[in-house]
């Protein structure tokens, strides 16, 4: 059985991909490890509307049980999928309609973080 621990694979990684397998727009992966304390990766996408939102968000869920990874700690905001929050632990993923995105600006937010390179290593 593979190993399940979130620090073993890459699932930020995973769970930008699974996004991204949804039609997802602007994903991003924001390393804030070394400055929040409780989780290593941001990851922050778009879906066009509330419907896309929720396929991204099961999409997310969905691919990384199938690889037998972590299952999300909490999952907030699926009642208006404006803005999805699923808490992983060691990365969160969040999922933005684009006007919410676009208000609070969260990457703006944590711009002077690192950025994680990962589609380059997604296709590995």
Not at 16 to 23: F, L, V
Not at 35 to 57: L, P
Not at 65 to 89: C, H, N
Request: a negative charge; charged letters at 25%; hydrophobic letters at 45%.
């Amino acid at each position: 059985m593979t190993d399940t621990t979130a620090d073993s694979h890459d699932w930020h990684i995973v769970a930008a991909q699974a996004a991204e397998d949804k039609i997802a727009t602007d994903t991003i992966i924001i390393d804030v490890g070394d400055v929040i304390g409780i989780t290593e990766f941001f990851v922050i996408t778009s879906g066009a509307n509330t419907r896309q939102v929720r396929a991204i968000v099961e999409s997310v869920e969905e691919e990384i049980t199938r690889l037998y990874g972590p299952k999300p700690i909490r999952i907030e905001g699926m009642d208006s999928a404006q803005w999805v929050l699923m808490d992983f632990g060691a990365f969160v993923v969040h999922v933005f309609t684009t006007e919410v995105r676009e208000y609070y600006e969260l990457e703006r937010l944590w711009g002077d973080r690192p950025r994680v390179a990962w589609q380059t290593a997604a296709n590995k």
